[in-house]
């Protein structure tokens, strides 16, 4: 399952900055940012579970706010790519 | 139609600062902010296709990232809603 979870991370306090670098943590153990707010993941829904899970832990729930936005296919087929191209799609190899 | 819009702009510039504004005019006439840098629409293909013409108009293609995603029926279908929740949902009433 493909999934793209978007953030606002109220993160002009210490305890905000704080809080958005443990969020990238946990988004970058899962998946692959793509912008600067916004990460996208290839998984099963278990995993999907789990993240949401980690990710509740991590955020203040009256400040910050976290969309995840599941897709019944290959992202790709839902998406338009304007500007500056993505630096890799999901599921093409890394280059080592 | 349902579209989320995300984008990375390079605002470090002066002119950088002057696309953001000038994105963030374009999708307001068209759908709502939900976050600092997402953006939901619900609208015809035609309307999708004049917004990426008007957005394709501002942005250095080079610098900066714009990407829409389609969905095939209602997004609050395939979103999960994590902290602080979205001011307004699309198609619900403003209050005025």
Redesign the interface.
């Known amino acids: 399952m493909d999934v ?1 979870l ?3 991370i109220a993160d002009t306090s210490k305890s905000g900055a704080a809080r958005l670098r443990r969020l990238s943590a946990v988004c970058e153990r899962y998946g692959q940012r ?5 990460f996208q993941f290839r998984f099963s829904p278990t995993r999907l579970a789990r993240l ?1 899970s980690e ?2 832990d991590v ?14 296919d290959n ?1 790709e087929k ?9 630096q890799k799609g999901l599921g093409e190899p890394w280059m080592v």
């Open positions: 793209l978007t953030y606002d793509i912008q600067f707010s916004v949401i990710v509740e955020i203040d729930h009256q400040q910050d706010s976290v969309i995840l936005y599941r897709f019944p992202i839902f998406a338009n790519h304007l500007g500056r191209p993505q």
